[in-house]
């Protein structure tokens, strides 16, 4: 069984859930990954036309849409070798007003730490936009060594919850990739302007986090340096094709091949690398769109910028 469904109730997770563990985790040979897939907005296992299961969570999306690319393939899962592990796709509500479901995001976090708690072994984690949210908010509700390495994608959260997941036994144990993108400036925009923040007023994860951490990497996937250091150490990933686009780091070309060896073969890529191979800053927001402001500009910092 390479992959398992498990739909959340809010906080919650189904009766039952425990056994269910139990009789796949029977099945993984030691060692082998557990990887925890987390979708973002506008899902739900509950809207037939919008179940992440039969979508990017699904070995076999069912649903007819470009955006419908398998995570679980992706990542390696489902081709029938022994040590391939377990996918466990994580359902949740995300439907409704982004209010409604931002809040859902922090409550199905505590749900997903109550997951890991069951599972009982060191996970990886992965999640698009809100699903983001739900790992960070996770780590506070975890021991340490809980989570091993974690891949953000189009982060949907602020700075300030990112510092506060860090600052936690969980949090502090945890490698996390933050993967960005200008072509989701807009969006990240847009998100700072709606949402307040459950902490201090800051920025999205998509400037980066902006102070330097020793378990976290930003990664600018469209940016042409961090592009090129991807490139030297195996990982072709083209140039951006399209001005604005909030699903950039699962769809573009390459990505997968970078995600699934940092998930599944993390000693070939050690976040130590990663961190001192790729730039340390981000183009400033709209730098693409407007590229007078790619040079050097008060919107410009590094990890160890102030947030």
């Not at 409704?96 to 599972?119: D, F, N, P, Q, V």
């Amino acid at each position: 069984m390479p992959l398992l469904k498990i739909n959340t109730d809010g906080s919650f997770l189904p009766a039952g859930t425990s056994l269910v563990l139990r009789e796949a985790l029977a099945k993984v040979p030691k060692g082998a990954p557990i990887v925890i897939c987390v979708h973002g907005y506008k899902f739900s296992p509950l809207v037939p036309e919008h179940d992440p299961h039969d979508h990017i969570l699904s070995l076999d999306p069912g649903l007819s849409c470009r955006k419908a690319l398998s995570w679980p393939r992706g990542l390696g899962f489902g081709t029938g070798r022994s040590d391939e592990g377990l996918c466990i796709a994580l359902g949740w509500q995300a439907r409704g007003s982004i209010w409604k479901a931002y809040s859902e995001a922090r409550a199905t976090g505590e749900a997903l730490a109550r997951l890991i708690w069951k599972l009982d072994r060191p996970v990886h984690v992965m999640g698009h936009s809100l699903g983001a949210r739900v790992i960070l908010s996770a780590l506070p509700h975890l021991p340490e060594g809980a989570v091993q390495r974690a891949i953000l994608l189009s982060a949907a959260e602020f700075r300030s919850t990112a510092e506060h997941a860090l600052d936690s036994a969980a949090g502090r144990t945890a490698e996390v990739l933050n993967v960005t993108s200008r072509e989701n400036d807009l969006f990240d925009a847009l998100f700072e302007m709606a949402l307040v923040p459950d902490h201090a007023p800051s920025r999205s994860l998509g400037a980066g986090l902006g102070q330097s951490h020793r378990g976290w990497c930003d990664i600018q996937i469209d940016g042409a340096a961090t592009r090129a250091t991807l490139a030297r150490l195996g990982y072709d990933i083209p140039a951006a094709d399209k001005k604005i686009c909030h699903w950039s780091p699962y769809l573009r070309a390459g990505v997968f091949e970078f995600y699934r060896t940092a998930l599944r073969h993390p000693e070939r890529l050690p976040l130590g690398l990663l961190q001192e191979a790729l730039p340390a800053t981000h183009a400033p927001r709209f730098s693409h769109l407007l590229p007078a402001f790619s040079r050097a500009s008060p919107l410009s910092f590094s990890r160890k910028a102030s947030s």
